[in-house]
């Protein structure tokens, strides 16, 4: 598990009741754990945005055939990159 961290902000009495409220009816047992929910939640759907993205500008080039000879390069190449993977 990564070494956390305190992270504090400014937030009016409301803000504060609200989130204390989700945070208990959503059944987090802190404040911190529903934060950091939330957190992560958004740094997933970040990542997903990027990936579609990245999906549809793939979609936008030239086709590739897809063939033995390519997924042997393919894993080729992975494996240069990354020689403790087992393919």
């Known amino acids: 598990m990564p070494e956390l961290t305190t ?11 609200f989130v204390e409220q989700e945070a208990t009816e959503l059944g987090f047992s802190s404040v911190d754990e529903y934060m950091n929910a939330l957190l992560s939640a958004e ?12 999906l549809l500008q793939g979609l936008d080039g030239d086709a590739a055939v897809v063939d033995d000879a390519w997924w042997d390069r393919w894993r080729r190449d992975l494996l240069d990159r990354h020689p403790s993977a087992h393919l």
């Open 7 to 17: 992270l504090s902000f400014r937030a009016s009495e409301e803000t504060k009741a």
């Open 43 to 54: 740094r997933r759907r970040k990542a997903e945005q990027r990936l579609e993205a990245l």
